[in-house]
Protein backbone atom coordinates (compact mmCIF):
# COMPACT_ATOMS: atom_id res chain seq x y z
CA UNK A 1 0.00 0.00 0.00
CA UNK A 2 0.79 3.54 -0.05
CA UNK A 3 3.33 4.81 2.67
CA UNK A 4 3.78 8.82 2.31
CA UNK A 5 6.53 10.41 4.55
CA UNK A 6 6.44 13.65 5.23
CA UNK A 7 9.75 16.03 6.78
CA UNK A 8 11.00 18.14 8.27
CA UNK A 9 8.42 17.53 11.68
CA UNK A 10 9.00 20.41 13.11
CA UNK A 11 9.59 23.92 11.67
CA UNK A 12 10.36 27.16 12.69
CA UNK A 13 10.96 30.30 10.40
CA UNK A 14 11.02 33.87 11.41
CA UNK A 15 8.02 35.99 9.91
CA UNK A 16 8.70 37.07 6.27
CA UNK A 17 11.04 33.94 5.54
CA UNK A 18 10.06 31.16 2.89
CA UNK A 19 8.92 27.57 4.72
CA UNK A 20 9.56 24.77 2.71
CA UNK A 21 7.92 20.88 4.06
CA UNK A 22 9.29 17.43 1.95
CA UNK A 23 6.82 14.53 1.34
CA UNK A 24 6.97 11.17 -0.37
CA UNK A 25 5.13 8.92 -1.37
CA UNK A 26 5.53 5.04 -2.77
CA UNK A 27 2.97 4.07 -4.78
CA UNK A 28 3.75 5.23 -8.38
CA UNK A 29 -0.28 4.99 -8.95
CA UNK A 30 -0.78 7.85 -6.89
CA UNK A 31 -2.11 10.67 -8.63
CA UNK A 32 -4.07 13.53 -6.68
CA UNK A 33 -1.70 15.54 -3.45
CA UNK A 34 -3.36 17.60 -1.41
CA UNK A 35 -2.01 19.66 1.13
CA UNK A 36 -3.93 20.49 4.70
CA UNK A 37 -3.65 23.14 7.36
CA UNK A 38 -4.97 21.95 10.70
CA UNK A 39 -4.66 25.34 13.36
CA UNK A 40 -4.97 23.88 17.00
CA UNK A 41 -8.06 22.49 18.16
CA UNK A 42 -9.82 22.71 14.39
CA UNK A 43 -10.51 20.90 11.72
CA UNK A 44 -8.21 19.99 8.97
CA UNK A 45 -8.73 22.26 6.27
CA UNK A 46 -7.38 22.25 2.14
CA UNK A 47 -5.32 24.63 1.11
CA UNK A 48 -3.95 23.53 -2.20
CA UNK A 49 -3.63 20.37 -3.91
CA UNK A 50 -2.04 19.18 -7.26
CA UNK A 51 -2.48 16.94 -9.54
CA UNK A 52 -0.51 14.26 -11.46
CA UNK A 53 -0.65 15.57 -14.69
CA UNK A 54 0.85 19.22 -13.18
CA UNK A 55 4.21 20.06 -11.90
CA UNK A 56 3.62 22.62 -10.31
CA UNK A 57 0.23 24.98 -8.93
CA UNK A 58 0.44 28.78 -6.96
CA UNK A 59 -2.25 30.14 -5.36
CA UNK A 60 -1.25 33.82 -3.68
CA UNK A 61 2.01 32.80 -0.83
CA UNK A 62 1.51 29.25 -1.55
CA UNK A 63 2.74 26.46 -3.84
CA UNK A 64 2.93 23.43 -4.11
CA UNK A 65 5.70 21.39 -7.09
CA UNK A 66 5.38 17.80 -8.06
CA UNK A 67 8.03 15.58 -8.86
CA UNK A 68 6.41 12.14 -10.53
CA UNK A 69 9.31 10.52 -11.28
CA UNK A 70 11.17 11.02 -7.88
CA UNK A 71 7.91 10.71 -6.34
CA UNK A 72 7.97 13.72 -3.96
CA UNK A 73 6.19 17.14 -3.33
CA UNK A 74 6.51 19.92 -1.50
CA UNK A 75 4.71 22.68 -0.28
CA UNK A 76 6.28 26.37 -0.29
CA UNK A 77 4.88 29.20 1.51
CA UNK A 78 6.55 32.24 1.21
CA UNK A 79 6.38 35.69 3.41
CA UNK A 80 5.16 33.90 6.42
CA UNK A 81 3.02 35.32 8.46
CA UNK A 82 2.28 34.63 11.96
CA UNK A 83 -1.49 32.86 10.90
CA UNK A 84 0.39 30.39 9.24
CA UNK A 85 1.58 28.79 12.16
CA UNK A 86 -0.17 25.13 12.27
CA UNK A 87 0.27 21.63 11.33
CA UNK A 88 0.34 20.55 7.88
CA UNK A 89 -0.64 17.66 6.53
CA UNK A 90 0.60 16.06 2.84
CA UNK A 91 -1.80 13.08 1.21
CA UNK A 92 -1.55 10.69 -1.52
CA UNK A 93 -4.39 9.34 -3.16
CA UNK A 94 -5.45 7.11 -6.40
CA UNK A 95 -8.36 8.10 -8.22
CA UNK A 96 -8.43 10.96 -7.76
CA UNK A 97 -9.52 11.48 -4.23
CA UNK A 98 -10.50 8.24 -2.76
CA UNK A 99 -8.63 6.15 0.18
CA UNK A 100 -6.07 8.93 0.91
CA UNK A 101 -3.02 8.60 2.69
CA UNK A 102 -1.59 11.14 5.12
CA UNK A 103 1.74 11.94 5.98
CA UNK A 104 2.74 12.22 9.55
CA UNK A 105 2.36 16.29 9.95
CA UNK A 106 4.92 19.14 9.90
CA UNK A 107 4.19 21.61 12.79
CA UNK A 108 5.49 25.13 11.13
CA UNK A 109 5.63 27.58 13.83
CA UNK A 110 6.09 31.50 12.26
CA UNK A 111 8.12 33.76 14.99
CA UNK A 112 7.60 37.65 15.03
CA UNK B 1 -17.68 23.29 -0.45
CA UNK B 2 -19.96 20.97 1.83
CA UNK B 3 -21.11 21.71 5.20
CA UNK B 4 -20.21 19.28 7.59
CA UNK B 5 -21.98 18.59 11.14
CA UNK B 6 -21.02 16.77 13.32
CA UNK B 7 -21.84 15.91 17.31
CA UNK B 8 -20.72 15.57 19.85
CA UNK B 9 -18.00 17.79 19.92
CA UNK B 10 -16.57 16.03 22.49
CA UNK B 11 -17.35 13.08 25.78
CA UNK B 12 -15.77 11.66 28.53
CA UNK B 13 -16.41 7.84 28.56
CA UNK B 14 -16.07 4.62 30.69
CA UNK B 15 -14.45 2.05 29.71
CA UNK B 16 -16.33 -0.75 28.52
CA UNK B 17 -19.49 1.53 26.59
CA UNK B 18 -19.87 2.92 23.66
CA UNK B 19 -20.24 6.13 22.24
CA UNK B 20 -22.29 7.05 18.70
CA UNK B 21 -21.08 9.90 16.85
CA UNK B 22 -22.97 11.67 14.58
CA UNK B 23 -22.91 13.05 11.17
CA UNK B 24 -25.10 15.50 9.06
CA UNK B 25 -24.09 17.16 5.54
CA UNK B 26 -25.89 19.48 4.12
CA UNK B 27 -25.94 18.35 0.59
CA UNK B 28 -26.23 14.42 -0.77
CA UNK B 29 -22.80 12.50 -0.99
CA UNK B 30 -22.12 9.71 -2.78
CA UNK B 31 -19.27 8.59 0.18
CA UNK B 32 -19.07 9.25 3.85
CA UNK B 33 -15.01 8.97 5.53
CA UNK B 34 -14.21 8.20 9.05
CA UNK B 35 -11.05 9.06 10.64
CA UNK B 36 -9.09 9.06 13.61
CA UNK B 37 -6.54 11.16 14.84
CA UNK B 38 -4.65 10.16 18.15
CA UNK B 39 -3.24 12.94 20.08
CA UNK B 40 -0.48 14.39 18.26
CA UNK B 41 -0.75 12.39 15.23
CA UNK B 42 -1.70 11.93 11.40
CA UNK B 43 -5.05 10.85 10.39
CA UNK B 44 -5.80 7.32 9.93
CA UNK B 45 -8.78 6.73 7.74
CA UNK B 46 -11.17 3.95 9.90
CA UNK B 47 -13.98 2.99 7.37
CA UNK B 48 -15.39 4.39 3.80
CA UNK B 49 -19.39 4.76 4.53
CA UNK B 50 -21.36 4.16 1.41
CA UNK B 51 -25.55 4.96 1.10
CA UNK B 52 -27.15 1.17 0.89
CA UNK B 53 -24.24 -1.22 1.56
CA UNK B 54 -22.01 -2.13 4.36
CA UNK B 55 -18.76 0.25 5.05
CA UNK B 56 -15.30 -0.81 3.86
CA UNK B 57 -12.76 -0.51 6.49
CA UNK B 58 -9.27 -0.36 6.72
CA UNK B 59 -6.58 -2.64 7.68
CA UNK B 60 -6.66 -2.73 11.46
CA UNK B 61 -10.04 -1.40 11.94
CA UNK B 62 -12.99 -3.95 12.27
CA UNK B 63 -17.15 -3.59 12.09
CA UNK B 64 -17.76 -5.68 15.39
CA UNK B 65 -15.30 -2.56 16.91
CA UNK B 66 -16.69 0.80 15.08
CA UNK B 67 -19.96 -0.36 13.26
CA UNK B 68 -21.34 2.50 10.35
CA UNK B 69 -24.37 3.12 9.62
CA UNK B 70 -25.42 4.92 6.19
CA UNK B 71 -29.58 5.25 6.21
CA UNK B 72 -29.05 8.11 3.26
CA UNK B 73 -27.04 10.41 1.07
CA UNK B 74 -26.71 13.22 4.13
CA UNK B 75 -26.20 11.29 6.96
CA UNK B 76 -23.68 8.64 9.09
CA UNK B 77 -22.95 7.40 12.51
CA UNK B 78 -20.13 5.48 13.60
CA UNK B 79 -19.98 4.20 16.99
CA UNK B 80 -16.90 3.10 19.04
CA UNK B 81 -17.54 0.15 21.10
CA UNK B 82 -16.65 -1.71 24.29
CA UNK B 83 -14.02 1.47 24.67
CA UNK B 84 -10.89 1.52 26.50
CA UNK B 85 -8.52 4.30 27.09
CA UNK B 86 -6.73 3.78 23.92
CA UNK B 87 -9.34 4.80 21.99
CA UNK B 88 -9.24 8.40 23.40
CA UNK B 89 -9.02 10.65 20.31
CA UNK B 90 -10.29 13.06 17.96
CA UNK B 91 -12.74 11.10 15.14
CA UNK B 92 -13.43 12.96 12.44
CA UNK B 93 -16.02 12.76 9.44
CA UNK B 94 -15.06 13.63 5.67
CA UNK B 95 -16.94 13.75 2.53
CA UNK B 96 -15.24 14.60 -0.94
CA UNK B 97 -16.31 17.53 -2.22
CA UNK B 98 -16.34 18.18 -6.26
CA UNK B 99 -12.71 19.11 -6.55
CA UNK B 100 -11.10 16.14 -5.35
CA UNK B 101 -10.81 17.46 -2.04
CA UNK B 102 -12.05 16.37 1.46
CA UNK B 103 -13.92 18.45 3.68
CA UNK B 104 -13.56 17.42 7.22
CA UNK B 105 -16.77 17.84 10.17
CA UNK B 106 -16.01 19.88 13.33
CA UNK B 107 -14.49 16.21 14.98
CA UNK B 108 -15.52 13.90 17.79
CA UNK B 109 -12.89 14.38 21.25
CA UNK B 110 -13.50 11.28 22.90
CA UNK B 111 -11.55 10.66 26.28
CA UNK B 112 -11.76 7.25 27.92
CA UNK B 113 -11.70 6.90 31.48
Known amino acids: GENVEQHPSTLSVQEGDSAVIKCTYS??????FPWYKQELGKRPQLIID?????GEKKDQRIAVTLNKTAKHFSLHITETQPEDSAVYFC???????????FGPGTRLSVLP | SAVISQKPSRDICQRGTSLTIQCQVD?????MFWYRQQPGQSLTLIAT?????????ESGFVIDKFPISRPNLTFSTLTVSNMSPEDSSIYLC??????????FGSGTRLTVV
Open chain 2, 94 to 103: SVRTSNYGYT
Open chain 1, 27 to 32: DSASNY
Open chain 1, 50 to 54: IRSNV
Open chain 1, 91 to 101: AASRNYGQNFV
Open chain 2, 27 to 31: SQVTM
Open chain 2, 49 to 57: ANQGSEATY
